[in-house]
């Protein structure tokens, strides 16, 4: 009879493991679960602070190239007016007409060459904003995907639903294996 109450206990105690084994596997997989999902969520929204910083960053500086533009232009401009300034001064001191002839054309081909030094300083800055600009949409693209990243960090729940119902059914079938092992052992 002890024999057969050992047996029976042994069989109990088995099946009791197992039971227990399978319970802490899928806590343990839940637990994961959830820590992934945060540590997701919280790369995910670094991810997206970073990117929101670097898009206001370039902004600014597209502001600036535009800023500095303006003021390299109005620079040239200036400097340009006094280069025409003394041109006419020199020829007007040298007793030469200045409406007409090749001084007119002198003054004339002076005015457009500074004209387009101007308009290039100005493009340069717009081709520079426009880079940061660029810049700037891709990091708010990047923001939007890591903003996106962290509103799907639950997607592995389902996942870790189904691995938990495996470790279930295979506990279960662990316990009912042990549970016929018992009861062929005891007839």
Same mark, same amino acid.
């Given at each position: 009879?002890?024999?057969?109450? /050992?047996?029976?206990?042994?069989?109990?105690?088995?099946?009791?493991?197992?039971?227990?084994?399978?319970?802490?596997?899928?806590?343990?997989?839940?637990?994961?679960? &959830?820590?992934?999902? +945060?540590?997701? +969520?919280?790369? %995910?929204?670094?991810?997206? !602070?970073?990117?929101?910083?670097?898009? %206001?960053?370039? !902004?600014?500086?597209?502001?600036?190239?535009?800023? &500095?533009?303006?003021?390299?232009?109005?620079?040239?401009?200036?400097?340009?007016?006094?280069?025409?300034?003394?041109?006419?001064?020199?020829?007007?001191? /040298?007793?030469?007409?200045?409406?007409?002839?090749?001084? =007119? @054309? =002198?003054?004339?081909? /002076?005015?457009?060459?500074?004209? $387009?030094? /101007?308009?290039?300083?100005? *493009?340069? %800055? !717009?081709?520079?904003?426009?880079?940061?600009?660029?810049?700037?949409?891709?990091?708010?693209?990047?923001? *939007?995907?890591?903003?996106?990243? &962290?509103?799907?960090? @639950?997607?592995?729940?389902?996942a870790?639903a =189904?691995?938990?119902?495996?470790?279930? =059914?295979?506990g279960?079938?662990?316990?009912?294996? !042990? $549970?016929?092992s $018992?009861?062929?052992?005891? &007839?």
């Amino acid at each position: 009879m002890c024999e057969a109450i /050992s047996a029976t206990t042994l069989a109990i105690a088995s099946i009791a493991t197992t039971a227990i084994s399978t319970g802490v596997s899928m806590y343990a997989q839940m637990e994961a679960q &959830k820590a992934q999902e +945060r540590s997701a +969520r919280a790369a %995910a929204e670094f991810n997206a !602070q970073m990117a929101g910083n670097e898009a %206001a960053a370039q !902004q600014q500086i597209a502001q600036n190239e535009v800023s &500095k533009g303006i003021a390299d232009r109005e620079r040239q401009q200036r400097a340009a007016a006094r280069t025409m300034g003394d041109m006419r001064a020199e020829m007007g001191a /040298s007793g030469f007409e200045m409406d007409s002839g090749s001084n =007119l @054309s =002198l003054l004339a081909e /002076s005015a457009a060459e500074h004209q $387009y030094d /101007s308009a290039v300083i100005a *493009s340069n %800055a !717009q081709q520079a904003a426009w880079q940061h600009e660029v810049a700037a949409m891709n990091a708010t693209n990047q923001g *939007s995907l890591a903003n996106w990243q &962290k509103a799907n960090a @639950s997607s592995g729940r389902n996942a870790a639903a =189904l691995g938990m119902a495996g470790t279930l =059914l295979g506990g279960i079938g662990t316990g009912i294996g !042990q $549970y016929q092992s $018992y009861k062929r052992g005891a &007839k």
